[in-house]
């Protein structure tokens, strides 16, 4: 499975436009949903894998496997959705 890294840090860049240190510091993991569902129950414990997890101070973890079955769901191509889960994890950094 191809990931597009490209879009991906331009979207965590538009997501933190005006954050630098947020910028500089911002890492973004891309996880299977078994890991997903392994960090979820960890730091939340919730079953199974979610879209989306953020940490401070910069760390945004997205699932794949979860953005293309919701993206299949909504219709929309999956790299739009994972995008969707950077900019989600990043807004929560911020606050």
Request: with cysteine; charged share 25%.
């Amino acid at each position: 499975m191809a990931i597009p890294v490209a879009p991906l840090r331009s979207a965590a860049r538009l997501a933190m436009r005006g954050n630098r240190r947020a910028q500089r510091d911002l890492t973004i993991a891309i996880v299977s949903a078994k890991e997903m569902a392994i960090l979820n129950w960890r730091f939340l414990k919730h079953k199974g894998p979610t879209d989306v997890l953020a940490f401070e101070p910069g760390d945004v973890v997205v699932c794949p496997e979860v953005a293309k079955r919701e993206a299949l769901a909504r219709g929309i191509d999956w790299h739009e959705e994972l995008a969707r889960y950077v900019i989600h994890g990043c807004l929560h950094l911020r606050g």
